[in-house]
């Protein structure tokens, strides 16, 4: 495996690339109709030169989780965008549609366990970092731009400087693109993967006929449990927080669906790692089960299946 330390060099080992990210049965067009057509370029994703398309991307993430699952493994599977990136740039622009720092003192102190998180995640998990053209900073010296740590310019490129810093890696074990993980979320193959299996829904809330009704449209019925976690600051508190919390969680769970923004991350580690199971960063998707699509601001790509005559 070639030694990296920066994107030029992840490119240029040729163990990565960008291409565009087809799904057999994905139509993005209803999302791109009534958003900026730049989202269109989120289509672009980074590849591993090991995966041939983005299919074989969704049926390693599904064979992945099932063995976790059937062999109780731990299995954090956890997204990073635009949130995260300024998070890791102690950039206050992390809050967004949630607060999730109070200070850039708050992001310091809780830097250390969010670096041992990823340290672990990279061992035994799926990192889904948005990674595209659009979000690598650029330079009239050529497409690319590294070590460039503007606070109001957080990107996928200065979270990859951060990681690598740390000595952390992506590579074709560790690493699946961002929208893979909505896409299987969505998916009939995660959905029937459940189905009579005992799932816990850790999120600030559950609406429980929404969530089975949305499971039900392909005739699954997972047992749904919920286990609150608060709406704010979970990623610079959740050291404190997180052995009550973790406790209310049933322990016959086999998988665990996670809505905690940028604490995505140490609560999936430590909940996968605590009970053996897969634990994801579901986002987005649990506003969908949850029927309340409005609270991540509209539809995201990657969620909407073909229509079938």
Known sequence: M???NDMRQLLDSRQFHFTRLVLTDI???PVLGINKQEMADEEICLFHRAVSSGDVYLERLHETIRQGMTRHEALPVVRFADGEYAFYNCDLNCNGLYQQAESVDAI???MPSHIAALKTLALSGKLAPLIFPGNINRTARGLFAFFHRSKENSSASTFLEFIFHNEIELNAKNY???YVVYAYLTSVDFIRLVDHKKICVMNSEFNRNSCTNWFGRLSSTPDLSFVEIPAEYVATRWDSMKEGIIKQIPPDTELCLVGA???ALPVCVDVAERLSIPAIDA???LNMMNDCVDKSNGSRLYTIRMTKN
């Open 108 to 110: 310091k102190n809780a």
């Open 283 to 285: 986002g987005h998707v």
């Open 27 to 29: 139509d993005n067009g």
């Open 176 to 178: 699946v693109p961002f």
């Open 2 to 4: 070639v030694k990296t």
């Open 261 to 263: 923004g940028i604490g």
